[in-house]
Structure formats: C-alpha cells, structure tokens
C-alpha cells in the first residue's frame, strides 16, 4: 500500500520558491493500479518521484508499506546508449551482484516476453521508439518489482502499438501481481490501466478528483460503453485545466 | 574496404608531390621519396634506425599513458563532483592557458635529462588537454542518466563505472586524437637536445651534417610514428566505442 497524505514540494530557482504539487493525499492498495493523469507540466513526473523516492516532499509524507522491490520506467525511458539491449535490460542484476548465469536466464527470458528476441546485441540508438520502451519495461522488469512506477511509457508510439503494449503491461502486471502507477496525459490509456485514476490540476498540481474504476484491464473493457463514459467524465474533469491557468 | 583504398590512394598522391616538387626544385635539400625510402628501409634493416625508432615510440606511448591515467580519473570526478569542482576548476583555470614547454628547464633541475624528463613533459601538456575535455565531458552527462541508474539502486562507484566514464568515452578519445598531434611535436623538441637516441636526434643531427637523405628519413619516421598511434587510436576506438559507430 501507497500512502500520500497531505505532500508538498516545490522548486527553488532564481530565489524565488515555485510551488509544483500541493497537499497531495491518495491511497494506492497493494497489487492495484492507478493511474495518474493531468496536464502538461502540472507535475506529474514529480509526482512518480516522489512515490519512487527519487525526491523528497518539503512536507507531508509518502509512505510505502512493507519496502517492496520497485522498477522504475523514466519519461524518456533513460536507457543507457552505450550499453546493448541486453546489458541495459540486465543491468539492474549485474548492480546486485547475481551471478551471470542468473541475469542471462532472466535477460533472455525477458527478450522472448517483450518480442526482442534477436535484438540482445543492438544498442538503443539502432532500435524504433517502441522497441526501446520495450526495453525500458524489460529493464524495469528484470529485477523482478512488486511496484512499477511509469512515466509515460507509451507516449510517441501510435495508437495500435500503444494499445498492444497496454495489453502486454495489463497481461504482466497481473501475471506478477505487480502494484503499478501510472503517470500518462492520455485519457484512454489512463482508462484502460487505472483501477483508480487520480486527476491532477494544472500547475501547481492538486488532486481534482480520484476516480475509481474497477472495470481496468478488463477484455474489451476498450469496446465498452462504461469505457466511453468514463473517458467522457474525465475530459470533463480535465477541462479547464489544460493550460495551468493557476500560477 | 573503401575507406582503406581511399587512404592509399591519398598517400600516393602526397607521394607524387613530394616527387614532383623534388624533380622540379632539383636541389640537395628536398631529396626525391625512393632515396629517402631506399635509405629508411636500409636502416631499419641493419637495425641502425630500429633503436630510435623504438626509444621514441616508447617516450610518445608512456607520456601518452602518463597522462591518461592521472588526467581521465581526475576529469571525470572533478566534473561529476559538483564540490571538487567548484574547489578545483579555478586551478585548472589558471595552470591550462600556460604554455607547459616552457617549464622545460624546471623539470630538467628537477628530474635531469634522462627519460624521465623527457617523458614527463609530454605527459604534463598532454594531461591538460585530456583533463580539461574530460571534466567538460562528465560535467554535461544529461541528468536522466544518473536518475536511471538511481531507480536501479547504484552505489557512486557504479555509477562511474556504468556512466560517467562510458558517456565520456568518445570525447576522452577525440581528446587522445589531438593530443597524439602534441606529443609527436613535444617528443621532437625533447629529443633535439641532451641526448644521442631518439628520432628527434636522427632529425638534428643530419641537418647538422647537412644529410639530407638521413634527414628525411628521420622526418618520414616521426611522421609514421604519429601515424601509427593514430591507427592504434582507431582500432580502440572502434572497440570500445562501438555504440557511436552504429548507426
Ligand atoms: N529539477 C527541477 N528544478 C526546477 N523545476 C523543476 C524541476 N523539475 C520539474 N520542475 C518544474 O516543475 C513543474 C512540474 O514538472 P513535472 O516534470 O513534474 O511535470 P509533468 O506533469 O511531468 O510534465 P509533462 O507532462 O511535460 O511530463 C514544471 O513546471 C517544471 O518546470
Ligand atoms: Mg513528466
């Protein structure tokens, strides 16, 4: 479980203190999902770090219980351009210390899973926009997380490989009972893969509202009219907000 | 390889000026190439030329290596440490601008005129030029890198071993392929007084005598040596940079 309870955080530059999320409170229950949606810039990514303690709140808490193994995917994925898909997706193993017979069963596993097989010994730069956020996931994956955070994963992809990837993210993530969060500016995506999708303002980001939805992840939960209402009430929440008229 | 015929195509050419300015200047000190060749090949054969041939490669070579493994650990944490950094980069301010061939007669008092000496100065100009391209270098790694490797939990040390030095890489060795140009030129220059071995000496020495031929010989051998560590450059680079090269 994922307890934000009234968390503030704000950046300092030119003397001056710039609030980016205020009194942000939320619960995440273990091996669920959430989603995170707002608009552009309203602090989303903070947000992710601050769940994966990569930052600190100024004040209020984030609380995880039971200091579970967490992967993290990075908005623009943070792949290491020197390193092969296969080093970049083992290497948070090979930090570790397992032995490499070990991280080869699971790089090589992981390869067949994201359909990169063959692809082991290209380096990021020779692969599509996809195939690297393959990879990204694989990485995260490897060390074998009961949370994932994700910063946008499926951004810059079309619309049919971010829906097949959302497929293979919903198949893994129940498969391995993996609490997920979700930081996405796509309303369908938020739809599809939130059991609880959380509705940030514009900067400085608040929480608008939490909306529960069960249905995530369900087959052609996509075809359904529940889908379409709920995206509808969303963009609904989100009006208004697009352009962080609050300063 | 195209690349390869391209080279051996451009050295004949050079070659057939050299011949051609030769026979129209018609004057003792520009011998034609298959004297300077034919003399060359004839030393190397009695082995007369092999002795300097080797004390000179091995001045460049351990200079270079000098200045390498105290320049580049030093670059990379004087750029990736902000504290060392602020502390240290006024130095390097104030010591880079001065022309270090000057300290020449301090280094002599100080170390005599042996091998040493000799060796120290290449290393010592070679050492700013390395130093201050890898501190720039580490300075610049974008920020995602190092929230990457901190979402897979790396300790300092993993991090330059996984990061810093990998991203700096390709510069640290364009950085070597300038300074290669330097140390041939400082290797003259220490070799053209107190001391009997050496090419810099087969240079001074035949002008002295006025033998041209012997001359040239010692010019084409300072140029292949730098040639030679340019090539040896190359194959490194091709290896341990193959992630630049693969696009
Ligand atoms: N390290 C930092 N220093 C100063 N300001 C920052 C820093 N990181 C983020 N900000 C500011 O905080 C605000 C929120 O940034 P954040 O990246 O969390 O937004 P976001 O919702 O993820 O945006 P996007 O949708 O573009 O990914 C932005 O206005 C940004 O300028
Ligand atoms: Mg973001």
Redesign the interface.
Known sequence: MITAQSANLSFSHGGADHPVLREISFQIEAESSCAIIGPSGCGKTSLLFLLAGLLQPDSGTITIAGQPRSGTILQNFGLFPWKTVYQNIGLGLVLKGVEKKRIQQKVEQLLIEMGLTGFGAHYPGQLSGGMQQRVAIARALAVEPQILFMDEPLSSLDALTRERLQNLIQEIRLKKNITMVLVTHAIEEAVFLGRRIIVLSGRPGRVLRIVDNPQAGSADYRQSDIFFHRCVELREILKGEDYGQET | MGRKRDILLAALILLGIWEVSALLLNSMALPEPWMVLLDSAGKIANGSLLDDLAISCLRALLGIALALITAVPLGLMIGAEEGLRRRLSPFIYLLYPVPHVVLLPLIIILFGIGNFSKIFLIALIVFFQILVTTRDAAKNIHR??F??M??????RL?IYR??IL??T?PKILTAMRISIGTAVAILFFVESFATTKGLGYIIMDSWGRADYVALYTGISCMAALGFGLYLLLDRVERKV???TQ??
């Open positions: 995602n890198y929230l990457a901190q979402t897979l939990g790396a300790s993993q996984h990061v990998p991203a890489l940079c193959a992630w693969s696009d």
